[in-house]
């Protein structure tokens, strides 16, 4: 099978990785790099965010989950939560009566993973969960400001509420590649602000990629989502552009769009047959 290579616009030395398949990374320098996406500056009274490390510590080890269509309900007060542990960080409590509507399962049976309104992955521990029954009468509207509830019935279950104000603004980890636009980092999900990623060989290799620069990358929120960026690599988002292995989505910035382009116009990854 044919070497596909993979290349970075600007920023590293030169690297191929031999992977599975037949498929190999080139890591190029280009005379001048391009520019950077434009990501909006805090405000300069304002200190930037201590990056949160939500590495599992070797009592709690990272829950695998697989895709689920299962809807529950709440039957014991709980709450939402930043990561599958009972430790983290809360996004807001849950009341019973609320209903969910799961993306993922652990494999443990512990805890169901839902997502927010803005696309926020929160953990809802399975304990405090029981059947979802359409038939049931649908729970009364939150009047607490402080104790949110889906704006849904028991007979809907829907995302759950925005999570933009609990959401972390920068976080550090090691990286799990999903597909090219969402990773688990730590054990926080994030969706990479700007793209529409692709799954398969692209996501192995991007994995691949940010594993031979070590693996750790530094992620900051940008409207719901996230930039997420690696030594070596630069902006992740950017170089999946550039090599075609994503689309650039509605969010995406000229530059974004830019890359995109040029990956289009050498026919590289998802623009081969194009």
């Known amino acids: 099978m044919p070497v596909q290579k993979w290349q970075l616009g600007a920023g590293a030395g030169v690297l191929v990785l031999a992977v599975a398949g037949g498929v190999g990374y080139t890591v190029l320098n280009k005379p001048a790099p391009a520019p950077a996406p434009v990501v909006a500056a805090a405000p ?3 200190p930037a965010p201590a990056p949160v490390n939500l590495a599992p510590t070797d009592n709690d080890p990272v829950a695998e989950f697989a895709a689920t269509t299962d809807a529950a309900v709440v039957t014991t007060a709980t709450a ?3 990561a599958p542990n009972l430790n983290a960080p809360q996004f807001y409590p849950l009341k019973v009566g609320t209903p969910i509507q799961g993306s993922e399962k652990s494999s443990d049976g512990k805890w169901l993973l839902a997502l927010t309104a803005d696309g ?3 953990f809802i521990p399975m304990s405090a969960l029981g059947p979802y029954d359409p038939s ?3 729970p009364a509207p939150a009047t607490d400001a402080a104790n949110p509830a889906p704006n849904a019935s028991a ?5 759950l509420p925005s999570a933009a104000a609990n959401a972390i603004d920068a976080l550090s980890g090691k990286a799990r590649v999903i597909d090219t636009a969402t990773l688990t980092v730590g054990v926080q999900q994030v969706s990479l602000a700007g ?9 192995k290799q991007l994995q691949n990629l940010i594993d031979s620069k ?3 990358v530094d992620c900051k929120r940008q409207a719901g989502k996230y930039v997420c960026s690696e030594n070596g690599i630069g902006d992740i988002a950017r170089a999946v552009l550039y090599n075609g292995s994503a689309r650039p989505a509605a969010d995406a ?3 974004y769009r830019k890359q995109a382009d040029d990956a289009k116009a050498a026919r590289r990854g998802v623009w081969a047959k194009s």
Do not use: F, H, K
Request: glycine share 16%.
């Open 44 to 46: 300069a009274a304002a």
């Open 80 to 82: 939402a939560y930043l």
């Open 120 to 122: 926020q992955a929160a």
């Open 136 to 138: 049931a009468p649908a």
């Open 155 to 159: 007979s809907s279950p829907a995302a």
């Open 195 to 203: 793209i529409s990623g692709e799954g398969g060989d692209a996501a």
């Open 214 to 216: 070590g693996g750790n």
């Open 253 to 255: 910035s000229d530059d």
